[in-house]
């Protein structure tokens, strides 16, 4: 298998967990459709190690951000962002998608390739002025990832940063989140090894 990733924020754990983890990830042709290598987490949420280990690296991340609450999008953000709460010992808000969630919520809307969508976040549940770490699984057009952003700022908090454990180089999600600090713990190459 050709190694298109680079670890960004491992740099806390000896080098062989970092290529455990990066080992843990499994890249799926053509799904979900013809041409596209689907990178999927599954293995990794599935050990213990692995989880712990990359667990800690966005609690590296939030500590050096200055955090207050953990925040993340549905659906692989909750699985990633709620340990990373728990062991910082700070709340977590999950943004669903819409409807989701008991009025009132506060919403916000982004584009998608073929339509729209819309995040959400149930009034009240985020203290006005709050430090925000946002964690999801990948960054690839930032599109979500933006309207999240978006989300906290509308509703009183300070988006302290947004960690993604794989960034999509060649899509260009960054570029979508400027004036923000963005981390990423791993970096896909889509052009090498695909």
Do not use: W
């Amino acid at each position: 298998m050709a190694d298109d990733m680079t670890d960004v924020a491992l740099s806390g754990l000896v080098p062989e967990r970092a290529t455990r983890i990066r080992d843990l990830i499994a890249d799926v042709p053509d799904f979900p459709s013809p041409g596209i290598l689907f990178k999927d987490i599954t293995p990794l949420l599935a050990d213990a190690e692995g989880l712990a280990d990359v667990v800690e690296a966005f609690t590296r991340l939030a500590l050096a951000d200055g955090v207050d609450v953990v925040a993340g999008m549905e659906a692989r953000g909750f699985l990633l962002g709620a340990p990373v709460a728990h062991a910082l010992g700070l709340g977590f808000l999950p943004l669903r998608k819409a409807g989701k969630l008991p009025p009132p919520t506060h919403s916000v809307s982004y584009d998608l390739e073929y339509g729209s969508a819309s995040i959400e976040l149930r009034s009240g549940t985020l203290t006005p002025g709050a430090r925000v770490l946002i964690i999801d699984d990948v960054l690839a057009t930032g599109g979500t990832a933006a309207a999240a952003a978006q989300l906290v700022e509308k509703c009183g908090g300070v988006v302290a940063g947004l960690a993604f454990l794989l960034e999509l180089e060649a899509l260009h999600g960054r570029d979508k989140l400027k004036g923000h600090n963005v981390d990423t713990l791993l970096r896909v190459d889509t052009t090498s090894g695909e």
